[in-house]
């Protein structure tokens, strides 16, 4: 055996084996009970980001500091996420 074949096992063995992790799963999902149906937390988390993004929007549409969102292409969609992600984290804590 050459050294290239044993190199080539290794990898053929390393790629079966690395997604084995990502197989296990969540023990349960976390999700919110609403008006008999379950929602994921992320879900909502999302939905209330868009409203505060829509929010802050309105708020700036006439202010000066409006500018300094430049280029709103990426400044928004990154407060939204940002409004997602500290919603989750304050509302769902680990």
């Not at 280029?71 to 992600?85: F, G, I």
Request: charged residues 10%; hydrophobic residues 55%.
């Amino acid at each position: 055996m050459n050294y290239y074949q044993v190199v080539r096992k290794v990898l053929r063995l390393a790629g079966a084996v690395a997604p084995l992790p990502s197989l296990a799963g969540c023990s349960t999902a976390p999700s919110i009970a609403l008006f008999g149906a379950t929602f994921p937390d992320w879900l909502l988390c999302a939905g209330s980001g868009c409203f505060i993004m829509l929010a802050i929007h309105i708020l700036l549409r006439d202010s000066k500091f409006r500018e300094w969102l430049q280029p709103a292409v990426l400044v928004y969609p990154c407060m939204t996420a940002l409004a997602t992600m500290f919603l989750w984290l304050l509302l769902f804590p680990a």
